[in-house]
């Protein structure tokens, strides 16, 4: 029995003293495993915790990297609305000044067609069109190549002589006539409008005046160089009341009808040359020139 059992001898104090303490060596074996399988169990906890541990934090690592590339994924969207808000406005207010630009340009026109004085803007007889409102709204329409066509339908138009240069009737006309004076046949090169002395002389285009004196039988006569190739001439004036290199625009007066040069009375001889070529007036005085029924 003695066998079974372990002497222990515990000192006591400094003296010396100690006291025999006999353990079962069942009992030791027994604390012993305990303590092992304490030890094994603790060390299989940590081992839990820190195997746990490590995954929180790698998945709180793989969380935080997830969170970062989504707030530099919204960061990028947040950017590309802001680039998309920017170019929405940003051609917003280009419609916005087209619409603003086309108005102008249409108040331009009707401002140059009421210079004529006889273009009549026609009621129509049907086909494919839109209200004018709606072409300053319509998405669908290009602004921008209409207002570049508008813009050299206005240069055009400018440049071309439309309209009567004076008001009056046509005594004689472009082509073969007899000479009021000698009475010989002759090819008369534009027309004669006659009224009374003093009636005012107008531009039938925008131009440069390239000449404004004596004409010898033509009397006292202006003459326009216009934007686009044309040139037209005034003669028998009574009164010149623009100078050489002078800027006109259509429907400014350049003179005074007269009798001056050769004339049986007064009248405006107004003829139209394109380059080299004269031109019958005509056709240019009368171009839409039908008036609105009703």
């Known amino acids: 029995m003695a066998r079974d059992k372990i002497e222990l001898i515990v000192i006591k104090d400094e003296l010396g003293n100690y006291k025999r303490l006999k353990v079962s060596k069942k009992l030791i074996k027994t604390v ?11 060390s299989a906890l940590s081992l ?29 969207v947040n950017e590309e609305n ?3 808000r920017g170019k929405v406005e940003k051609l917003t207010k280009e419609k916005e000044e087209t619409v603003k630009e086309l108005a102008k340009r249409l108040e331009l026109i009707n401002s140059l067609i009421e210079k004529t004085g006889f273009i009549k803007v026609k009621r129509g007889e049907g086909g494919t069109a839109v209200p004018i409102e709606k072409v300053l709204t319509d998405s669908n329409i290009d602004l921008n190549s209409l207002i570049s066509g508008i813009d050299k339908l206005i240069k055009d138009f400018r440049g071309t002589p439309m309209g009567y240069p004076t008001e009056g009737r046509i005594t004689s006309g472009f082509g073969l006539r007899r000479n009021p004076i000698t009475g010989r046949l002759e090819f008369h090169l534009g027309l004669d409008i006659a009224n009374r002395w003093g009636t005012p002389v107008r531009a039938t285009a925008d131009g440069i005046v390239i000449k404004a004196g004596w004409c010898g039988l033509l009397g006292r006569c202006v003459e326009i160089r216009h934007d686009n190739g044309f040139e037209t001439f005034y003669g028998h004036l009574s009164k010149i009341t623009v100078f050489k290199g002078q800027r006109v625009e259509r429907g400014m007066i350049i003179g005074l009808m007269g009798s001056s040069g050769r004339s049986t009375g007064p009248h405006l001889h107004y003829s139209v040359k394109w380059g080299s070529k004269v031109l019958n007036p005509l056709p240019f005085v009368e171009v839409k020139g039908v008036k609105e029924k009703g």
């Open 32 to 42: 012993s495993l305990l303590g092992l399988l304490s030890f094994f169990s603790l």
């Open 48 to 76: 839990i915790s820190l195997k746990e541990r490590a995954e929180s934090l790698k998945e709180k690592r793989e969380l935080k990297e997830k969170v970062a590339l989504l707030e530099r994924e919204l960061s990028k």
């Open 82 to 84: 802001n680039n998309l």
